[in-house]
């Protein structure tokens, strides 16, 4: 599982560090907001399509052949972009750079998926992370970004990425399929433990896949909301003309908080299932958007920024084990990165243009209803795997 979690790290780094990533690249390039918003946009595209293509070959594949690959894709075409300035290059660039982080994310959740405390490995998944993110953003301003500006921030990671690299040597050789139970009713996920998500996975009927539809559908919505922030908290920051070393050291905090919240998600006991953990998470992401998108206090601000993100970050796991919970065959959660995706390709993009003379309040109304729409669609997966006619006496 330790290779998995740092499989998903790499494959999820540029997301971690996407507001110095866009910061830098805007600085350096002079792309504007929109460009910006778009180029965030392809990378999620390209991320989008592994994670929509695993469905299909997810079990087929050796998770160290595809993540190993997927990695010396990433780091060459990470490098490439470091010489790109032209946008519609950088755009290629950028949707490529999605196609292989996603085949890393996409095979990481799947091998997390089969664990019997997924919930406990999503929260150290999301932690680790993010934690990759803190060394970066703690470290880079201070270190290459004053010397290279956006080419510092691409070594940086790939030094750190080509340092973290061995651990994917600890992946299965064998494919995913080699490894699934016959046993139970799920093909693939019998091995996850019922009472990790509250749900019991033999109370879904093979075939009947609403309940992870729906929970996908909430990792969407969610995802929107979230990222539309995200890419462009240092943007909000510089608009409230806030000190530039101050605002990446807080960036660098709140990421902190992001390793915190999941990994004592992670630790939740199972009979409090997954919803009401979710809801909370969704109350302080929304409280730290209100004080971020409507604060020109600098203390507020900062308030607001690691609620945000204790918030999403805590909120995270709970919405990975909705999804595991009602995965009938072991495959939907190999989507979960594909629904991440989605969601963070909107996001930034929509973010993009409403963003505009510094006004962040179309950016709040956003938050509302894509959180609003995440809530109502983890409530619809609950309530469809309980009302499945194939489902059993949660008490048998």
């Known amino acids: 599982m330790s ?4 499989a998903s790290a790499i494959g999820l780094v540029f997301y971690n560090v996407l507001p110095l990533f866009l910061g830098t690249l805007q600085d350096s390039a002079g792309f504007a907001n929109d460009q910006l918003g778009l180029i965030a946009a392809g990378i999620f595209l390209g991320f989008n399509l592994s994670g929509l293509s695993s469905y299909f070959w997810i079990k087929r594949v050796s998770p160290f052949l595809a993540c190993g690959a997927a990695f010396a894709g990433m780091v060459a075409l990470l490098l490439l972009s470091a010489f790109t300035s032209s946008f519609p290059p950088f755009l290629c660039v950028a949707v490529m750079i999605g196609l292989a982080s996603g085949v890393l994310a996409s095979v990481a959740a799947a091998v997390i998926g089969r664990a019997t405390n997924a919930n406990k490995w999503f929260g150290v998944k999301t932690a680790a992370e ?33 340092c973290l690299s061995p651990l994917i040597f600890w992946l299965s050789k064998k494919p995913l399929s080699d490894f699934v139970s016959q046993s139970g009713s799920r093909e ?3 091995s996850f433990s019922s009472s990790d998500a509250g749900v019991k996975p033999s109370s879904f009927r093979a075939g009947r896949h609403a309940p992870a539809y729906w929970a996908l559908a909430s990792m969407v919505a969610f995802f929107i909301g979230a990222s539309s922030i995200w890419a462009f908290l240092e943007r909000i920051a510089v608009a409230r003309n806030f000190d530039a070393a101050t605002i990446g050291i807080l960036i660098g905090v709140t ?15 199972a009979r409090i299932g997954y919803l009401k953990p979710f809801l909370a998470g969704c109350a302080l992401l929304l409280i730290g958007t209100v004080e971020v998108t409507l604060s020109s206090n600098f203390a507020l601000f900062a308030m607001g920024a690691c609620l945000y993100m204790l918030g999403w970050s805590g909120a995270l796991p ?11 065959d072991g495959r939907h959660i190999a989507l979960a990165p594909f629904a991440f995706g989605v969601g963070s390709m909107i996001g930034p993009m929509v973010g ?6 510094g006004s962040t309040a179309p950016l709040l109304a956003l938050m509302v209803i894509s959180l609003a729409v995440a809530i109502v669609a983890a409530w619809k997966s609950q309530a469809t795997a309980m009302s499945n006619p194939g489902r059993l006496d949660a008490e048998a």
């Open 352 to 357: 993009g243009y409403l963003f505009v003379n």
């Open 318 to 328: 709970f919405s990975y084990s909705m999804i595991v919970a009602a995965d009938t």
């Open 3 to 6: 290779a998995a979690v740092v």
């Open 255 to 269: 990421l902190f908080c992001s390793v915190l919240a999941p990994l004592v998600a992670g630790a939740a006991p």
């Open 130 to 162: 993010s934690m990759v993110g803190v060394v970066l953003l703690f470290v880079l301003p201070a270190t290459l970004i004053p010397r290279f500006g956006f080419s510092g921030v691409v070594f940086g990671v790939v030094i750190l990425l080509v």
């Open 188 to 190: 693939a996920g019998a």
